[in-house]
């Protein structure tokens, strides 16, 4: 079964420094989408991705991240400046769009941590 | 927007039933999902439900709607302690994103 991936699956880096975490969705679908998990709390929506822009953003969202599918395959959350409560584990999903009924896809998580 | 209420934690004896129970706000979702996430791990999609049905069995799962209430519950037979993990209740707003409820988490005793 086509999945979602994600890389790397675990991040470490100092604060104030940029970050790139890396997805591929699943091939066929035409929705994307980040969230965010601070350890122990819930699942959090942070922006979804359609047609090559974005098409909805959370206020978590600020000028610091930002989303890009540089290519036809990757879909990428870049944190320009990252922050100590930046740590969390972020995920990335799919969707294929062609029915309702279709659930998002997840992958793994990259856990980020900013010492 | 929608919100999405769940119990935080759930523990019973291995091979009881465990319910796990969900509120959530908006009344125009059409489909409402069960996520569960094992330690350090990513969210698996354990089932979900059309909003026209009252109930969907899927093997040890048993998913009961009540759309009056908007009250949404997992049932899961026979509990085994690889069920031991937090779940997810889930539900559609918007652009097709998905609003997480804050998890239940589920302790298996043997």
């Known amino acids: 079964e086509p999945e979602v991936t994600q890389t790397p699956s675990h991040q470490v880096t100092q604060m104030g420094q940029e970050v790139i975490l890396r997805c591929v969705p699943i091939?066929?679908?035409?929705?994307f989408y980040w969230y965010r998990q601070i350890l122990g709390q819930k699942v959090e929506f942070l922006v979804s991705f359609y047609n090559n822009e974005i098409s909805e953003k959370s206020e978590i969202f600020d000028d610091q991240f930002s989303v890009e599918r540089p290519d036809g395959s990757n879909f990428t959350l870049k944190i320009r400046s990252t922050k100590l409560e930046d740590s969390a584990m972020y995920f990335c999903a799919s969707f294929s769009g062609s029915s309702y009924n279709s659930p998002l896809h997840f992958g793994n998580g990259t856990r980020l941590t900013v010492t | 927007g929608e919100d999405v209420e769940q119990s935080l934690f759930l523990s019973v004896r291995e091979g009881d039933s465990s319910v796990i129970n969900c509120t959530y706000t908006?009344?125009?979702?059409?489909?409402l999902y069960w996520y569960k996430q094992e330690p350090g791990a990513g969210l698996q999609l354990l089932t979900y439900i059309f909003s026209n049905m009252d109930m969907k069995q899927d093997q040890r799962l048993t998913v009961l709607l009540n759309k009056k209430d908007k009250h949404l519950s997992l049932r899961i037979a026979d509990t085994q302690t690889g069920d031991s993990a937090i779940y997810f209740c889930?539900?559609?707003?918007?652009?097709?994103?998905?609003?997480f409820g804050s998890g239940t988490r589920l302790l298996v005793r043997p």
């Open positions: 908006d009344s125009s979702s059409t489909y």
């Open positions: 889930a539900v559609p707003e918007g652009s097709y994103k998905l609003i």
């Open positions: 091939s066929n679908h035409l929705y």
